[in-house]
C-alpha cells in the first residue's frame, strides 16, 4: 500500500509524548470550541499558535489541526442536546439531532454522530494519505504559469460559492488581496500603502485580522443579542447504544458523507457547512421517506457529521500537497506552519516528510481519541454549552486581547484585530463574506509573485500560457465554472440554496 | 474576475427587469424612489438608508479603489511587461475593488432582498455595550504596557463582565480572578511566553 512504510515512521513520531499531547490537547481544546457558540475553529485555531510555537513544528501542526478537527466532533454535541450548533458545520445537524434527543433517543444519535465522524475522519485519512504525495509530485513539475492559472481558477470558484451575492464575494476577496499586499514589495523594497514610516512596513498580520473578524466579531454579535441558554437533555454513559435498525441506517450515509466530504473539501471556497447541507441535501433524496426529515431521521444526523468531518481533511490535501488554502481556517493553518518556518507545498513531501507523515498518523490518533474523549465526557461537554454569556464573552474577549498580542509582542496587532473585528460585525450585518477575505490575503501576495514570474518567463507575453496544457486546463475549466454558475443563476435566482433543500 | 463582475452586472440587470425596471441608467435613477421609499426624505435619513444596507461600505470601497488604482499607476508604476513594476497588481486589485464595489453597492438596493440590519431592531443599550466593550479593549492595550498585563487582565475582565450584564460584584471579581490565574498559569507557568509584566516585573 503507498505510504505503508512512511505512515509506520509517522506513527513513530506521533507517538512521542509531546506529539501525543499536543494532539490531545489540540481535540480537547477543539472540542470545547466546538461547544461554545462565541469562538470558532478559525479564531481559536489563530489563539493556539502562541502556544503552537512552543510545541515545535510538528506537534504544533498537530496541535491547530486537533483543535480544527475536534471543533467538528464538538458541534454535534450541542446540535443534539441543546438545539444549539456550536459552530456553522453543526447547523443541519440540528434539524434532525434535536428531535432524535426529544424522542429519547440522543444517546443514540451522540453514539452514531461519533462513531461516524470517526470512520468520515479514518476514511479521509486514507485518502489524504494516498492522494497527497503524488498531487504533491506532480505539483513539483508546476511553474508559476500553472500556479497562476491555479489561482485564477480558485478566484472563480471562491467568488462563485461564497455567499449569496457573487459582486460581494469578490469584493471581499479583492479587499483581501489588497491588504495581503500592504507592506513593503518582496521584489524591488519599495513600501506599499504603509501609511507612513513604520506604521504597515511589516504588513497586516493575518492571526490579527482572523481572530478579529472570527472572534471579536462574534463576541460583538452575542453581546447585542445574548440568547438564553437553553435546557439540556440529560444523557448516561449507559444510554450511548443505538439499536441494531439504527445501525444498519446509518451505515450507507455515514459511507456517502464520508466521501462527499472529503471530496467537497478539495473545493476552493466552500466551508464545511456546505458539504453538511449538500450530505443532507443528498440523503433526503435517496431516502423513501423525505417527508420524515425534521423529525428525527438517523440518516439526516449521521451524514452531515460525516460529512464535515472529511471535508476538513478533504481541505488539507490542496494545502498540504499545493501550499494553497482554500478555506480561512486553512489560511491559519499556513500562516502557523510559516510561523515554524514549514512551507507547504510539493517541496514539504522532500524537505519535511517527517512532518507530514508524522502529521497523518497524529490525525489517526486523534480521531480516535475524539472518539473515546467524546462519548464518556457528553454530559461535561452539553454542560459547557449552557456557560451564559455574560461569563463566556469576557473570557473570550480577554483570549482574544493576549493571545493576538502575544503572537507578535506588537500592540498595532491589537489595533488591527479590535478594527478587524468591528468591521466584521459590520460585514455580517451587511451580508459580505469574511471567508474571502481572510484567503484573499494569503492568496494576495503568492498572485502577485507567480503573475511577476510567468510574465518574466515569456518575456512579457501572456498568449504561451495557453500552450501549458495545465495552465491552459485550469483556465479553461475557470471559464466553464462561471458560464455553468451564471447559466444556472439565471434559471434558480428566486430561490435561495438552503430553501432548495 | 472581469467575467465574475460583467456576470453579477448582466445578473442584476435581469433581476431589476423582473421588477419592471429596464436599463442601468433606470436602476439608478428609481434606487431612491422605488425600493426604499425615500422620496421626501432628507439627505440625512437617504444617508442613514445608505448605511444601514451596506451600500454606503460598497461605495467607499469602490472610491478606495479608485485611489489604489490611481496611486499604484503613478506613485508606484508598472514597470514593463517582462518586469513587472510594484503597481501592477495592485491597480489590478484596484479596479476590481471599484468595479465590484459599485455592482455591490447597486445590488443592496435590491428590491427582493431582505437586509439583516433593515431586518432586526437592536434597542441602543445593545449598541452601548458593543462601544464599551470596544473601549474596554482599548483599555486594556494603554493599560497593558505600564501596568502589566495581570492587573489589566483583572481590571479589564471586571469591566467586561459588568458590561455584558453579570450580575454582582463578586462574581464579576471571582470571575475576573479565575482568567487572569488561568492565563497567567498559561502563559507563564506553561509555556513561558515573555508577556509585559509592568508594576509586578
Request: aromatic residues 12%.
Amino acid at each position: 500500500m503507498m505510504g505503508f512504510a512512511e505512515i509506520l515512521k509517522g506513527f513513530a513520531i506521533a507517538f512521542d509524548p509531546v506529539n501525543l499531547m499536543a494532539c490531545f490537547v489540540g481535540c480537547l481544546i477543539g472540542t470545547v470550541v466546538g461547544v461554545l457558540p462565541g469562538l470558532g475553529p478559525t479564531a481559536a485555531m489563530a489563539l493556539m499558535l502562541p502556544f503552537s510555537i512552543q510545541y515545535g513544528a510538528t506537534a504544533g501542526l498537530i496541535l491547530l489541526a486537533g483543535v480544527w478537527y475536534g471543533a467538528m466532533y464538538g458541534g454535534s454535541t450541542t446540535s443534539i442536546l441543546v438545539n444549539i450548533p456550536g459552530e456553522a458545520a453543526s447547523v443541519v445537524t440540528c434539524l434532525d439531532g434535536y428531535q432524535m434527543a426529544r424522542r429519547g433517543r440522543a444517546g443514540a444519535a451522540l453514539a452514531l454522530v461519533a462513531i461516524g465522524s470517526w470512520v468520515a475522519g479514518t476514511l479521509a485519512l486514507i485518502g489524504l494519505q494516498i492522494f497527497a504525495p503524488p498531487l504533491g509530485v506532480a505539483a513539483l513539475r508546476f511553474g508559476p504559469p500553472e500556479y497562476l492559472s491555479l489561482m485564477i481558477f480558485s478566484f472563480v470558484l471562491l467568488s462563485a460559492l461564497i455567499g449569496e451575492n457573487q459582486a460581494k464575494g469578490i469584493l471581499m476577496l479583492a479587499l483581501g488581496l489588497f491588504l495581503g499586499i500592504v507592506g513593503i514589495d518582496p521584489i524591488l523594497g519599495v513600501p506599499r500603502f504603509t501609511l507612513g514610516p513604520t506604521l504597515l512596513m511589516q504588513g497586516i498580520d493575518l492571526i490579527a485580522v482572523a481572530v478579529g473578524l472570527f472572534g471579536v466579531a462574534e463576541i460583538i454579535q452575542v453581546i447585542i443579542a445574548p440568547d438564553a441558554p437553553k435546557a439540556v437533555s440529560k444523557v448516561r454513559l449507559r444510554d450511548l447504544y443505538p439499536n441494531t435498525e439504527e445501525v444498519r441506517r446509518s451505515v450507507k450515509p455515514t459511507l456517502r458523507g464520508s466521501v462527499l466530504g472529503f471530496f467537497m473539501g478539495l473545493i476552493p471556497g466552500l466551508s464545511p457547512a456546505v458539504a453538511t447541507f449538500f450530505s443532507y441535501s443528498l440523503e433526503k433524496r435517496l431516502s423513501r421517506y423525505p417527508e420524515q426529515f425534521g423529525s428525527g431521521m438517523v440518516e439526516g444526523v449521521v451524514a452531515p457529521e460525516s460529512a464535515n468531518n472529511g471535508a476538513v481533511i478533504g481541505a488539507l490535501l490542496p494545502l498540504l500537497a499545493l501550499g494553497i488554502p482554500f478555506s480561512a481556517t486553512a489560511a491559519v493553518l499556513l500562516s502557523g506552519l510559516r510561523m515554524h518556518k514549514v512551507e507547504a507545498g510539493p517541496m514539504l513531501f522532500q524537505d519535511a516528510p517527517d512532518i507530514f507523515w508524522g502529521f497523518v498518523a497524529a490525525m489517526y490518533l486523534g480521531n480516535l481519541m475524539l472518539l473515546i474523549l467524546n462519548l464518556p465526557l457528553v454530559g461535561i461537554f452539553s454542560r459547557i454549552a449552557t456557560i451564559r454569556p455574560q461569563v463566556l464573552m469576557p473570557v473570550v474577549s480577554i483570549l482574544c486581547l493576549v493571545g493576538t498580542y502575544s503572537i507578535r509582542f506588537s500592540t498595532f496587532d491589537i489595533w488591527v484585530m479590535i478594527m478587524a473585528g468591528v468591521f466584521g460585525f459590520f460585514c455580517r450585518r451587511w451580508g459580505f463574506p469574511v471567508a474571502p477575505l481572510v484567503i484573499g490575503m494569503v492568496l494576495g501576495p503568492m498572485t502577485e509573485n507567480n503573475l511577476r514570474l510567468t510574465m518574466q518567463l515569456f518575456s512579457g507575453q501572456l498568449l504561451p500560457i495557453f500552450y501549458r496544457p495545465v495552465a491552459m486546463g485550469f483556465l479553461v475549466s475557470a471559464v466553464l465554472f462561471q458560464l455553468f454558475v451564471y447559466g444556472r443563476s439565471r434559471k434558480t435566482s428566486s430561490t435561495k440554496p438552503v430553501d432548495r433543500l | 474576475m472581469l467575467i465574475n463582475t460583467l456576470d453579477s452586472g448582466f445578473h442584476l440587470s435581469a433581476r431589476h427587469r423582473q421588477a419592471g425596471v429596464t436599463t442601468f441608467y433606470e436602476i439608478i435613477k428609481n434606487i431612491s424612489t422605488v425600493n426604499f421609499q425615500m422620496r421626501g426624505r432628507s439627505l440625512l435619513t437617504r444617508l442613514w438608508q445608505w448605511i444601514r444596507c451596506g451600500a454606503a461600505f460598497s461605495f467607499s470601497i469602490a472610491i478606495m479603489g479608485v485611489a489604489v488604482a490611481i496611486f499604484s499607476a503613478t506613485q508606484l508604476g508598472f514597470g514593463t511587461k517582462a518586469e513587472v513594476g510594484c503597481g501592477t497588481f495592485p491597480f489590478i486589485v484596484g479596479v476590481a475593488l471599484a468595479i465590484t464595489g459599485y455592482l455591490s453597492g447597486i445590488s443592496s438596493f435590491r428590491p427582493e432582498q431582505k437586509k439583516p440590519g433593515l431586518e432586526t431592531q437592536q434597542p441602543p443599550r445593545s449598541f452601548r455595550r458593543v462601544a464599551y466593550t470596544v473601549i474596554t479593549y482599548f483599555v486594556w492595550l494603554l493599560l497593558t504596557p505600564h501596568l502589566g498585563y495581570i492587573p489589566a487582565t483583572f481590571a479589564v475582565t471586571i469591566a467586561m463582565a459588568k458590561i455584558a450584564g453579570l450580575e454582582g460584584w463578586i462574581r464579576s471579581i471571582a470571575l475576573s480572578l479565575s482568567v487572569t490565574f488561568f492565563l497567567y498559569l498559561l502563559f507563564e507557568v506553561l509555556f513561558y511566553v515573555d508577556l509585559p509584566r509592568g508594576i509586578l516585573g
